[in-house]
């Protein structure tokens, strides 16, 4: 159990540090407890809503940060709403330093004002994070006929885009 607090001081404090070789000793199994309860943990915080610990903590902090309502899990097309404002938000968990990252499948371009991105980095911390408008992502998205979604590659000259806002900070500053 002490292992599993562990677990759960480093998801919540990222200065917090780990012996590498408490995990090397630890079974399979005990490394899936622990995942279990940090997942258990932040669904009980309010932070999980589904199964997609990466996505729920991205609609999470953006609400955190901005004072976004959530929209109900099973909405189509959009996360959040601020007023009137419909906003899909996308996350992706990077494991280096790429010139884009690929973001999840966006289903239908035309049922979201703002595109919310934010890039984390292996332990959860943000890298990068911007609101685009939804007209600029019609633009640079590719359509996929394959999964009938269209695909939007997060890149940095993205930042400079009319329109596009850098939220980086203002979402570290609450995460």
């Known amino acids: 159990m002490h292992l599993v607090l562990v677990a759960i001081?480093?998801?919540?404090?990222?200065?917090?540090?780990a012996d590498q070789a408490t995990y090397d000793r630890l079974s399979l199994r005990e490394?899936?407890?622990?995942?279990?309860?940090i997942a258990r943990e932040l669904h009980?915080?309010?932070v999980i809503r589904s199964g997609n610990m990466t996505g729920d903590l991205a609609e999470h902090i953006f609400a955190t940060a901005h004072g976004w309502d959530l929209a109900a899990r099973s909405q189509k097309g959009f996360d959040a709403t601020d007023g009137n404002l419909r906003?899909?938000?996308?996350?992706?968990?990077?494991?280096?330093n790429a010139s884009g990252y690929q973001l999840g499948a966006i289903r239908d371009l035309d049922s979201f004002d703002r595109l919310a991105v934010v890039?984390?980095?292996?332990g959860?911390?943000?890298r990068l994070a911007a609101i685009l408008p939804a007209d600029l992502v019609r633009?640079?998205?590719d359509f996929n006929a394959y999964t009938n979604s269209y695909r939007l590659i997060f890149r940095h000259h993205l930042l400079s885009q009319d329109g596009v806002e850098d939220v980086t900070e203002t979402l570290r500053a609450v995460y």
Request: hydrophobic share 45%; charged share 30%; aromatic share 8%.
């Open 87 to 96: 906003i899909q938000v996308k996350s992706r968990r990077v494991r280096s």
């Open 124 to 126: 959860y911390r943000i």
């Open 119 to 122: 890039i984390f980095d292996p």
């Open 139 to 141: 633009r640079e998205a």
């Open 31 to 37: 490394l899936l407890d622990m995942d279990g309860a």
């Open 44 to 46: 009980d915080r309010g």
């Open 9 to 17: 001081l480093m998801v919540f404090c990222p200065a917090a540090s």
